[in-house]
């Protein structure tokens, strides 16, 4: 590949330091599935920033696996779950929670995010029972599709809403890390005012593996079965553990996230001094500029991104995703390119 | 861990040149989701054993995954799997089949294996139709959970017992590298005399991989729409990718199945000298000897190991797993410390 | 019940003549499971009009039943179902697609129909493979849920675009009666224009039975498989074979469904002399007169019926459903009382 | 046909006062779904004989769509059901419990019935969790496959082992009715020692139709949506609750069985007399004679009935079934018949 990539924050391997406690401790023996000392090591890390001791830690390897077998835990057979529409398990994955059996009662939003007034809509349809599903679960996701994020008391609203409605919330945290560093909520926060959720390893320097934390006991119980059954189990557990264990031992995991949003931040600042629009606003490390078709003819000769939504006959918004693995120079090479194109 | 543990071949990481491909490769940014270059590298490596080339490959991270996902894709809802009592799909994967809504139609069988006359009984009893399900796949394991192979003539009769009735055949081979080793069978016939198989990659020097090889070209169709819904689409398809090229770029794969069946001819050789009776023949790395409970307590000091079967009240059967990390010298050891407490 | 309802076209029992021929032959012996001679005789007289001889009939006992049964037989894992938003399956089954693993890609209509145009937005949603899924079942109603017809050219249009871009059509004709009644196309034209429908029982005249006819020969391989693996394969099929021939073997479907029609149009044009607006303009047997929430009151001292949707403060409309069971003066009285009212 | 049927107890429609009270209120209007005072008057009858006003009641059209509704409902996706090997679901169902998602795990049975010690077995073979199913109800059919019958105390001694060991007691009943007539147990007793049990109307007179029986409180919730997802509801409930008001508010369901069982023993004693083997004991309306093949094919000039199981090159056993519409004459024919041709 000649042209730099800003399409995803999954181009390249993983943060050095995993391939370092990999290969420090790969011919150690340990329990396969999970029970290995090294996931031990990194629930007790996560755990220490969840300050809630009945949370239950698993580690799964991506986004979509996380989704479906929380959703197919959690729900009877005709329980719905509410999503924005531009919710991943809504567009991205193809069909994963309706191949579980569950409809997803979409909810339109511009930024991604949902507000308790849309859930009432949604439980507002669904009077007529037993001809309708029963909407049973909230997802959410932190940092959005979008890249936005929610405010602590936008979290706690939709949890006491969903408290006082008798539906679960669930939180997908594929980036949570870069939700994490730019909001007024901390990890302690998520795991209060969730039932559910998981912290995202993949888009934040790990090979693969995202942590799902399940803090309402009564949803904890056999929740390995369907980790197993789904075909979720490594028998090498230890992959992901390890992984965890670099990321939550000593800061990385926040580090990392810090360094994506920054140099998102940095592009933005670039793109606002030229009097760029932006879809939405950027809030954690993906850019969603809206630019001349023309413009993005010439940046597609050195860098590679995705074309998000057509505007119009002439613009088009792009996005553009930093992550912990982006140079800083590679940035400013970029904006250079950018302010010299315009 | 004080004691060696003999209860798997997934207790230590990965073959060290795999944990160096994964560090020399680690900052190249790639494609996600399986359209990386080591990923198609992998293939071309895999393809030039297969002599097929029409045959597709997937990179799934399981064998249960890889079941499930094959499974679901290859079969209507009211079709069934014929596999052995001791199938992998039909004891130990939760029920992972029949929640993709298939019944597992089961065979007894001493050494894991069954015979196109098994098959034909499973027929019989299934005409009655629609009242019954309809068998249409046959699942066989090579080698088996028994650690026993198929001789080429042995899969060949099953095949054409299957293309005669109308049946596909899928082989998992979560241990095909070992089988490959011992018997008289290619990869290339594999790729002939089945629809669909599997080459294991965890339990034979990778931290985690499966490669997924669909031979019969209608059964291709649409396959990756099946890796993405069952949550098996790794964003870093990268991941599997590189595992699978330094497993086949020369020739490494076979070395380490190689390895693990000969130390498993060495422990077995160790146990006639003295007599001992086996369960089932040892063909790959797995081995099954019987032996009085007195015995194995005293091999517990130092050893782990799986009591797989009671036989009687003072005896029982062990089992025994060797692998591609197992020193030979350790193997010695147990053959010293073993006739020591005989 | 004081009130007279004409809240449903399922308020009462069935056709007398059903009764008559279910009393006449109680006790003669026959075979099970749909291979009675009257299940027989009733699939010839369907054919007869049909004019396709490869055309499959099967009897089954509702529209839920008849849908999810249909659905699940065409539909791989990965695919998809396009409907209107307003459509039976997406609205009022319970979660019934979902829970046969299948998403519903839904249009927003105004008068329950969809246009080529709908379904080919919702195909450019789904070109990034395999990320979606796989649209490829276009499901429409006729009558729809709001009571609209499909002329023949509709049809055949929205027939031609899935044929050329590899879409199956399937319409759920619980209404099909009341809709051949007004419109331009008869049952031959259905069976033509697309690949597998139901003509609906229960709704016209049958204690309950819909009868599903596939048209597209791929798609009836098996088929009776799914009726029985869903539970709707009647021991006794001759149930809905009596039933069936009963309406079908002298001309009593239509001239129950004509009734019906008439006695809306008759309750559609006293609402139009006094200048009341309809939601959707009354094409089969259901009528939604807009009326003030005072008339509402009122009709309800005597009347029955569906508050469908709120206009505004003032207003509601209102769902008024004729039947086969309709008698003429109920209809006469309910004009004088509203006149009176009004 | 010119031949008498014995093949089954659903070869006729229905008792003729189902047809009279069908008629009788064929013209009111009632609401739709089972919201009609026939089913409630219906289930008034049936609560009168429970003795348990806690239990609650559910009508659906027949076995297949009975079971695969409740075990649904009951069970969470890693669940398995344990069950005879010639359980209906088992066998008959074309796969309806694993399209649910559920295993079966089968236990070997002589004459259809299973016992404490045999669920045990199946429950120690599942501790290798989370990696195997979860066993978590127990189905058994009263009376079973093959006409046997369960006691009061076999009864007890399943329900108090399943309390003991966290399991639910689903008892399906599509001939309880003709267990009932023989046995020392009430209907009562089927509610206090069952979880849920279903009385089948479609095997003792009714055209169609199951009244499901949920006993334990926690297992009723939302049981309706089931009912509805799975296209079980009918819009004209009343065609169910009509029929069992017929069957039980007079005694008429208890007459029929023992009508049907009356018969079965006349030809059961008459095969006694001329020293013919049974495959089992006679204790229903079924009976298993073994009788050689040169006999069978004489009987069958006349006769129409199942042969069930091959013995041996000579002797077949056939199945024999009588039921509410047998005439006594026709089997008084039919016992002469066979004392001529023996």
Redesign the interface.
Known sequence: ?TQ??FK?D?????H?SI?DL??Q????????YGEDEFSLQAKDFIHRQLNNPASKIHF??????????VI??LL???E?VIAAASAHIS??????I???????NTILSQDGKIKPGDILQVLAQHH???????PKLVYISNATELGTHYTLSELKAIYEFCQAHDLYLFMDGARLGNALQVGDMSLADVAKYTDVFYLGG??NGA??GEAIIINRLELQI?F?????????????G??LGIQFLALFQDGLYDQLAHHANQLAQKIKHAMSEKGINLLVQTETNQIFPILPNSLINSLKEQYDFHEWKEMDDEFTAIRLVTSW?TPEYVVEEFIAFFNKKI
Chains 1, 2, 3, 4 share one sequence.
């Open positions: 590949m730099y990539s995803d999954y181009s390249e391997g993983c050095p391939l990999l290969a401790t790969n011919l150690l023996q340990q329990n396969g799964v390897s991506g986004g979509t696996q996380a989704n479906l077998i197919s835990a009877r057979p005709h719905s567009t991205n994955e193809a069909g994963a309706e191949a579980q059996g569950h409809k997803v007529h029972t037993p001809h309708v599903v029963k993949t888009k090979l693969l056999d390995d079965f369907f980790i197993k059954q789904k075909g979720a189990m490594l028998a090498k230890r992959v693995a």
